[in-house]
């Protein structure tokens, strides 16, 4: 409708809301994963008794807990509370990320229809990359010290450090520089971003052409592969 709000920009809104929803219900998930994948749990040699070989003495190692062990083990030393570290940060973050997404992703794509194909899959897959680039570049700092808050471990009872303390601690060991820590891995995520935003470009191309009824099969596919490759790089 012309002199209304874009699709992007609405879509940012949108996602900005369900972004927030998710990260407060998807939190003590966020939180055993972030404890499964630390090196700290994973890699921490959990040893038995010796067995006593000639010439050799082996240690029986247990594998990483499953994550229902995790869960239970937050509950029963940390309490309920450990399962919702870090969701400060993240309820900071979600909206001005969904945001800077989009926002990005808009304004490079409207300068890329000038000198490419406009509305081409390249268009798409360039502007999808440098709005994912964007987008982590300028919230990492968030993921970090969310990250480290629902690393730390605590005793029932116990008040852990809140997010501006972490945010100092990081400062002063690691300078800004500190900050950015595991950023690469960030940017090599953005192919999420590319696949989601290849997607919604199809699917708002398909309801653009006369098609509004989200019940089509090209329409479940769309969502279902966006929910899969969503699924697949994020866990």
Do not use: D
């Not at 749990?41 to 070989?53: G, K, V, Y």
């Not at 390249?122 to 709005?131: D, E, F």
């Not at 098609?211 to 279902?224: A, D, G, M, R």
Request: proline content about 6%; hydrophobic content about 40%; aromatic content about 6%.
């Amino acid at each position: 409708q012309a002199g209304g709000p874009s699709l992007e920009g609405r879509g940012s809104g949108k996602a900005r809301c369900g972004g927030t929803a998710g990260a407060i219900l998807t939190c003590p998930l966020e939180v055993v994963k972030t404890r499964l994948q630390s090196s700290q749990l994973a890699l921490r040699p959990l040893c038995l008794s010796e067995i006593q070989l000639p010439g050799m003495s082996v240690r029986l190692m247990n594998p990483t807990p499953p994550a229902p062990g995790v869960l239970k083990t937050i509950l029963e030393k940390e309490g309920m509370r450990s399962l919702f570290r870090g969701l400060g940060p993240n309820l900071v973050g979600v909206a001005p990320s969904r945001a800077i997404y989009f926002a990005a992703y808009s304004g490079v794509k409207e300068r890329l229809n000038t000198v490419l194909v406009p509305e081409s899959k390249k268009v798409h897959m360039l502007s999808a990359a440098c709005a994912g680039i964007t987008s982590a570049t300028l919230t990492n700092p968030i993921w970090l010290v969310k990250t480290r808050m629902q690393l730390e471990a605590r005793v029932k009872g116990e008040l852990g450090s809140n997010a501006l303390q972490c945010a100092v601690h990081v400062y002063r060991t690691g300078g800004l520089l500190g900050f950015y820590r595991g950023i690469t891995a960030s940017y090599a995520g953005v192919s999420e971003t590319i696949i989601h935003f290849v997607i919604y470009e199809a699917l708002k191309q398909h309801l653009r052409n006369g098609h509004h009824s989200l019940s089509t099969p090209f329409t479940c596919c769309c969502l279902q592969n966006m929910c899969l490759m969503h699924c697949i790089s994020t866990w």
